[in-house]
């Protein structure tokens, strides 16, 4: 996809976290107000407000969702004798917003199944647009009424801002992936770096660890000593494994990515090994192996991958 959709570094993962985040604050604004309301009629609207947005947040039916979720925060709003101007009409306005993006963006439900991780999902330039007209909307209504809820603003900031801000770290030179090609969830992983990667700039070669191509960049004693889930071999020769090595793709991904993996790579690396092991521990149990060591891709995505 090309034009004014591509002028922008969203990913369909990062939208999908900013839409989780907006779907639980959502979820949580309803109960409540379900805990808190006084008649059988507005707690019954209010718990399947929640409902639909458990369903948004999760990317579960996400057009049906946000369809029922702005008349629903309406009337719940009225019901509640939320009144005044702004104290629902910005937020319902925001998940209308949603319908303006492309269906499916990658880490949402929606999305499972598909060949393609990223299936060619680019936030629209006009939604941006939109969001900074909402941003502005929501900022005078607060500054009218000093009753605007907190949600709505944080939502439309979220949505103006360009993950393409935040440039990946350059790489001088060919950089490889090699994950466990029996592991499902590694599998999976890969995936999600192909999915997440800055628009244009492909980052990784990939390569399963059990390959031919795993022996000959990584030399014998080196790989005697390595854990059988993700390793990294950076351009300058570096082998990074466990939370380095997530570090390390996080940062050469770019955006949001690599704002969440600075701020998480401040917390001790033993503490974030420990975590990395725990999940490696368990990653057999949590995604069936695969049938083949590379995934099912696109041709495009299968010339970056080595036996």
Known sequence: ?????????????????????????????????????????EVALQASGALWSVLFALGIWERASAFALAPTLIAAGFIGGERGPGQVHWLALAVLLH??????????????????????WRMPQGVRWAALLGLVGTLLTWWLSRSQPLLAPLWYAALCCDPGWVAPKRANGTEWLFYDGSCGFCQRSVRFVLAEEAPGSPTFRFAPLQGES???????????????????RTADGRVLVRSRAVLHVAGRLGGGWRVAGALVGVLPAALLDRAYDFVASIRQRLF????????????????????
Do not use: K
């Open 99 to 120: 319908l303006a993006t492309p269906a499916a963006p990658y880490l949402s439900f929606d999305a499972r199944g598909r060949i393609d991780p990223s299936g060619g």
């Open 1 to 41: 996809m090309d034009g004014p959709t591509s002028a922008n570094g969203w990913t369909g993962g990062q939208y999908s976290v900013v839409r989780a985040l907006a779907g639980v604050g959502l979820a949580v604004r309803f109960v409540l107000h379900a805990l808190a309301a006084p008649e059988p009629l």
């Open 288 to 307: 069936p192996p695969p049938s083949e060591a590379c995934p099912l891709l696109p041709p495009h995505l299968r010339e970056r991958f080595l036996h």
């Open 214 to 232: 795993f022996a000959r960049e990584v030399s014998a004693s080196d790989a005697a000593n390595l854990p059988d889930s993700v390793v990294v």
